[in-house]
């Protein structure tokens, strides 16, 4: 799957998390540390959270240029549940 930012750049799903913002946000800051742009989508469910992620869960998204140096970092971190 692919998404696009308001400034035209387009994103990569690289994980979905059912478990929740949480997860996600570790993930992201995971991405982070390695230097790795990214960024969860939902980005904020403020009107519905709990019924909004149990619906359709928080994915992670990369640059498509980074997806696959992405999921070898994440792949290295066994406590994020995906």
């Not at 996600?24 to 800051?29: F, H, K, N, P, T």
């Amino acid at each position: 799957m692919r998404a696009s930012s308001s400034a035209g750049d387009e994103w990569t799903v690289i994980a979905h998390f059912s478990s929740g913002v949480r997860d996600a946000d570790i993930a992201v800051s995971k991405l982070h540390g390695s230097g790795i742009p990214a960024m969860r989508f939902p980005f904020n469910s403020a009107c519905y959270p709990v019924v909004g992620q149990a619906l359709e869960g928080v994915r992670v998204l990369v640059p498509p240029d980074r997806a696959d140096e992405a999921r070898q970092v994440l792949d290295t971190f066994s406590e994020i549940p995906r």
